[in-house]
């Protein structure tokens, strides 16, 4: 009888520590679920922010300053546009002589 007992009350303390060791744990646990909640909801609050920034940073009056001030870029008007024709290429398959080929070839002679 004392045997079981002896076993009995070995039981109860092993069972007693592991109630402990699983306490601590899920508190651990919990703790690390509470930051890591407070940590999602930190970085949804700055997501948002910087989409509004984002918002704000390309609107057309913004880029059309930022583009007139620091790239000294203006307006496309008539007058300083530049056209660019197509011609389609001869029948033999020969190459067109470009502009650059043709004033070469005036350098030279």
Same mark, same amino acid.
């Given at each position: 009888m004392i045997r079981l007992n002896l076993v009995l009350l070995m039981a109860?303390?092993?069972?007693?520590?592991?109630l402990v060791g699983v306490q601590y744990d899920s508190r651990r646990l919990f703790s690390e679920l509470d930051r890591a909640n407070?940590?999602?909801?930190?970085?949804?609050?700055?997501? !948002? /922010? %910087?989409?509004?920034e984002k918002r704000a940073q390309a609107t057309p009056a913004?880029? !059309? /300053? %930022?583009?007139?001030e620091k790239l000294q870029m203006r307006l496309a008007s008539p007058g300083?546009?530049?056209?660019?024709?197509?011609?389609a290429p001869?029948?033999?398959?020969e190459p067109i002589p470009s502009r650059a080929a043709s004033a070469a070839?005036?350098?030279s002679q």
């Open positions: 109860v303390l092993a069972s007693a520590l592991y407070s940590e999602a909801t930190r970085l949804e609050t700055e997501r !948002e /922010r %910087l989409q509004v913004r880029v !059309e /300053r %930022l583009a007139r300083v546009t530049a056209y660019v024709s197509y011609s001869a029948v033999g398959n070839k005036q350098v």
